[in-house]
């Protein structure tokens, strides 16, 4: 079952700034929220992970409520390079081992 | 480039016939994951290692699939009595251990399986 839930499309104008919700209501305590990114034809891009506190990276920031059941990915300035499949990642496994992608979110950025 | 390489790319099969696929991850990662990915779905956990040692496999691993990584090092995955459901990518992952556990997974390209 799945532990995330995205939007399955939006679109965003070039330039302008993307934000992706992903509701993880189920969230425990010590599970961290992972953002990936697929290019068609390619394998998942690493975006950004964290567990309470927001963060931010080369490519993104992680907005991560306070009760942790939902979080926000930011692209400040989409280009038309980040049109892609958006995963928004909570590991379900005890072990921490398997990542449950679902079907994520189909961002398209629109010149 | 010191990311995860998949070889090979495309692979083209009748049905019946067994099919290996490589997985080289990043140097020093420990940790080894096999993923398949079907048209318009994400990718699902097959098997994972931790060094040489298989620590997971999932129930899509049916007993035609078999996984190794002998050395810690590379790995491979082959597909024996290939049938038409096993079209997918094949996407192979590594990650550090990490003194947390939470350390990302990184993916290669995959390897494109299609069964004629």
């Known amino acids: 079952d799945a532990k995330t839930t995205q939007p399955p499309s939006m679109d965003c104008a070039e330039g302008r700034a993307a934000n992706l919700p992903c509701n993880h209501s189920?969230?425990?305590?010590?599970?961290?929220v992972y953002w990936y990114r697929q290019i068609h034809s390619q394998g998942p891009q690493y975006i950004i992970h964290g567990l309470k506190n927001n963060e931010t990276n080369e490519m993104a920031s992680l907005i991560i409520t306070e009760d942790r059941k939902s979080s926000t990915l930011i692209l400040p300035h989409a280009t038309l390079r980040d049109t892609a499949v958006y995963y928004c990642i909570v590991r379900v496994d005890l072990t921490g081992n398997q990542f449950y992608f679902g079907t994520g979110t189909s961002l398209t950025v629109i010149p | 480039d010191t990311g995860v390489s998949q070889d090979p790319r495309h692979k083209i099969t009748k049905r019946g016939q067994n099919v290996t696929f490589r997985c080289d991850p990043i140097?020093?990662?420990?940790?080894l994951y096999w993923y398949r990915q079907t048209l318009g779905q994400g990718p699902e956990f097959l098997t994972y290692?931790?060094?040489?040692?298989?620590?997971?496999k999932s129930r899509l691993l049916s007993d035609r699939f078999s996984a190794e990584r002998p050395k810690g090092s590379f790995s491979t995955l082959e597909i024996q009595r290939t049938e038409q459901g096993d079209s997918a990518m094949y996407l192979c992952?590594?990650?550090?251990?990490?003194?947390?556990?939470?350390?990302?997974?990184?993916f290669g390209d995959g390897t494109r399986l299609s069964i004629l």
């Open positions: 189920t969230i425990s305590g010590n599970e961290y």
């Open positions: 992952a590594s990650s550090d251990l990490g003194s947390l556990g939470n350390q990302p997974q990184h």
């Open positions: 140097s020093e990662h420990n940790r």
């Open positions: 290692f931790q060094n040489e040692a298989q620590l997971e």
